[in-house]
């Protein structure tokens, strides 16, 4: 029953060995359960019960299999990817700048064997533009908060790099409406770009979310 696996997923043996698995251990862990829409309830309703460095795991292990969730979701009966977002948004708002940097590089890494991104798979998602938009929201935060970041080297290039390749990616393709769509986007984006760029990337943005509501950052 899925009481029953829950109680199996949250039993401390297997949040403690969270951290010992290798991410593609983890991943190889994890990915039943994220192949099912049952599944997805149980992982969303395990997460906020999870240690932050656990939950970072589970947060890392569905962004390695984004594609085949996206795909499998996109063919299924219904979208069940959503149920994940809230829980893993909770995970994205505790993430260090040096952690959130780990997974956007895993997020625009080129795909093995494929010229394909993760990131232009995602900008045709709404559960992966959504996912997206919640992890450079993050970044926004953390670089607008008085809060010391402690970052570790490189990780400023990383970010402004990641930034430019997201910048024109969503300028390249049409996007799909997000789940919800952070208030701070926009602004993020007016830190790197001129603004003839930010005012191609606010027009795309508008017309994918026509309907959608705006998160405060």
């Known amino acids: ?10 039993s401390p043996s297997l949040s403690s060995g969270l951290l010992s698995f290798s991410l593609s251990e983890l991943s190889e862990e994890f990915l039943p359960y994220l192949l099912v829409a049952k599944g997805k309830r149980l992982v969303s309703r395990l997460l906020p019960y ?4 656990s939950a970072l795991q589970v947060l890392r292990a569905v962004t390695t299999h984004l594609p ?50 993760r990131l232009y798979l995602a900008c045709k998602n709404k559960f992966g533009i959504s996912l997206l938009y919640a ?25 402004t790099d990641i930034v430019f390749q997201v910048a024109r990616q ?3 393709c049409s996007l799909v409406e997000p789940l ?24 795309s943005v508008e017309r994918s979310t026509a309907g959608c509501p705006a998160i405060p950052s």
């Open 180 to 203: 919800l769509l952070p208030s701070n986007l926009l602004s993020l984006f007016c830190r790197y770009l001129d603004k003839q760029t930010v005012h191609q990337l606010e027009e």
């Open 68 to 117: 085949v969730l996206m795909a499998r979701d996109s063919t299924g009966p219904d979208e069940s990817l959503p149920v994940l977002y809230p829980s893993l948004c909770q995970v994205i708002g505790g993430l260090s700048f040096t952690q959130l940097i780990r997974v956007l590089k895993e997020f625009t890494a080129a795909l093995p064997d494929s010229k394909e991104t």
């Open 135 to 159: 992890l450079l929201s993050q970044g926004e935060r953390l670089l607008s908060s008085d809060t010391p970041m402690e970052p570790s080297i490189g990780d400023f290039e990383s970010w």
């Open 50 to 53: 999870l240690s932050h460095d």
């Open 1 to 10: 029953s899925e009481q029953t696996n829950l109680r199996v997923l949250m």
């Open 170 to 172: 969503l300028s390249q």
